[in-house]
């Protein structure tokens, strides 16, 4: 993030500064944690909810916290809004460390106003006490000086001050629900924080009611348990809240069994497309064998009569068609990993490596490669299928090397789980490439400059995956290549 975008908040008035900012709604925050680098959980899409832009982070640890606080502080400096933090716990200071290690440029934010702290005695307990009427004009009076000079409000508050002598709970959960209409149609969004490891659970589940957006356990959904304000304060309130709950359960049942048909009608049809593959991969080759036998035979029984031009061109063709045929043959390859589910056992992987070097021979010879190995452990899966991710990872090592290739292989146990690299000083891969060289027939290089089908990477990825394990690569141009992948050490 850059630091002077992320201080550049004050508008200048209505004349001056940030004049095309997107209005503050729910889908600004949603977006703001989407995009981060801390935030890594899934972030459920608005789609056609009536979203009030209110939400309450849970969170058990600091870490946890600021990976959503600081998002969405960042997102608020670099809109031109107006951002407003009450502090509690933690500290302020740990806090501007947080938004500094996230690249916000506090000191140019909270200099020009655009960022500030405010504390208990100034806004939640001014009076002494809590009192929602005083609270919400505290942020009536802030939204309304923002509107004056900034894009928008955004607002962030530490809530476990609630469990203070001073605050009735019922006051505060009125204000919550109050603060819906608050901030209703208005350029304005807020989180409330709350810590599960210090509010009680009886408080925490009047928190979930007056909140119509919850971040909880790095995820950010919209709260199907949410009572909206019209109904939090009606006399009627049980029996409205006994429909509402009636009615999720119904609108959740309709969707669990529409999804589960959806998931039966997609797993019929990727089983055709599976035998289908398979079909007609293994039918093709013999339609491109006989191309290729009847090209040579022709260019023998006529060999008087063609010239060095007709040769060439049945050379081409010929070529064409072998390179044809080891294409479907990896296509066939690639459609039998899961045509047939192999009952998983015991692998010894040294024995893997050693069958899959043995069938390598000639290449390795005729290279002067050097593969070294590490012990490696016994894991559970198809020793065939190790086999091919073993002797594509270890060919293509080989392959892209300009002088003699070094291959090292390597094993680390982890838990449950075994981390394989496979490591070469070879030409490497530019790092814009890196997320493209598992996808099938993605090659980066001409077949003039190196032989291949671009089956190879995705063959290996879909054995790992159905292994129930992960592949990814670690590359330089010019410093070689490590690609690493995980096998369950034991059974499921």
């Given amino acids: 993030?850059?630091?002077?975008?992320?201080?550049?908040?004050?508008?200048?008035?209505?004349?001056?500064?940030?004049?095309?900012?997107?209005?503050?709604?729910?889908?600004?925050?949603?977006?703001?944690?989407?995009?981060?680098?801390e935030f890594r959980g899934p972030v459920e899409p608005l789609e056609d909810l009536d979203a009030n832009q209110h939400i309450a982070l849970f969170y058990e640890s600091r870490e946890e916290q600021f990976a959503a606080m600081v998002p969405f502080v960042r997102q608020g400096l670099s809109r031109g809004e107006r951002v407003m933090y009450v502090i509690?716990?933690?500290?302020?200071?740990?806090?501007?460390?947080?938004?500094?290690?996230?690249?916000?440029?506090?000191?140019?934010?909270?200099?020009?106003?655009?960022?500030?702290?405010?504390?208990?005695?100034e806004t939640y307990l001014r009076t002494g006490t809590f009192d929602p009427d005083d609270m919400l004009s505290v942020y009536r009076d802030a939204l309304e000086k923002a509107k004056a000079d900034y894009s928008g409000f955004r607002v962030t508050a530490d809530t476990n001050w609630i469990l203070d002598e001073r605050t009735e709970i019922p006051d505060f959960m009125e204000y919550e629900s109050r603060v819906n209409r608050l901030f209703e149609g208005e350029d304005c969004i807020a989180i409330c924080q709350y810590d599960l490891g210090t509010i009680p659970a009886e408080i925490l589940r009047d928190v979930v009611r007056t909140h119509p957006h919850l971040i909880y356990d790095g995820t950010l959904c919209h709260n199907f348990y949410y009572t909206p304000p019209e109904e939090y304060f009606e006399p009627d309130e049980p029996a409205r809240e006994v429909e509402r709950m009636l009615g999720t359960l119904v609108d959740r049942t309709k969707a669990k069994v529409t999804l589960a048909e959806t998931i039966e009608e997609l797993e019929e049809s990727n089983e055709r497309l599976k035998r289908f593959a398979y079909v007609a991969s293994h039918d093709l080759q013999e339609p491109l064998r006989m191309i290729s036998s009847y090209l040579r035979l022709l260019e023998r029984r006529r060999a008087d009569e063609l010239d060095r031009e007709a040769r060439e061109y049945i050379d081409f063709a010929v070529d064409g068609a072998d390179r044809m045929r080891e294409m479907v043959e990896g296509l066939l390859s690639y459609s039998r990993i899961d045509m047939h589910d192999p009952a998983f056992?015991?692998?010894?992987?040294?024995?893997?490596?050693?069958?899959?070097?043995?069938?390598?021979?000639?290449?390795v010879e005729e290279s002067d490669a050097v593969v070294s190995a590490g012990e490696l452990p016994t894991v559970v899966g198809d020793a065939n299928q190790l086999e091919q991710v073993f002797s594509n990872l270890i060919s293509n090592a080989i392959k892209y090397s300009d002088e003699p290739p070094r291959v090292d292989v390597t094993a680390e146990r982890r838990g449950d789980r075994c981390v394989f690299s496979v490591a070469d000083e070879g030409i490497g891969i530019d790092s814009e490439y890196l997320d493209q060289i598992f996808e099938?027939?993605?090659?980066?290089?001409?077949?003039?400059?190196?032989?291949?089908?671009?089956?190879?990477?995705?063959?290996?990825?879909?054995i790992v995956n159905h292994h129930?394990?992960?592949i990814w690569v670690d590359s330089e141009p010019g410093e070689g290549t490590t690609f690493y992948f995980t096998l369950p050490t034991e059974r499921a």
């Fill in 1 to 37: 993030m850059d630091k002077q975008a992320a201080s550049h908040s004050h508008r200048g008035g209505r004349d001056g500064g940030v004049e095309d900012a997107e209005p503050v709604r729910m889908e600004s925050g949603l977006e703001a944690l989407r995009s981060s680098p």
């Fill in 88 to 121: 509690y716990e933690p500290t302020e200071a740990d806090v501007l460390e947080a938004m500094r290690d996230g690249g916000i440029d506090v000191d140019a934010a909270l200099s020009s106003g655009a960022l500030s702290f405010h504390t208990l005695e």
């Fill in 345 to 363: 056992e015991p692998v010894d992987c040294n024995a893997v490596l050693e069958d899959a070097l043995n069938d390598l021979r000639i290449r």
């Fill in 440 to 462: 099938i027939f993605n090659r980066l290089h001409s077949n003039e400059e190196y032989r291949g089908t671009g089956i190879g990477l995705t063959l290996c990825r879909k």
């Fill in 468 to 470: 129930g394990g992960d």
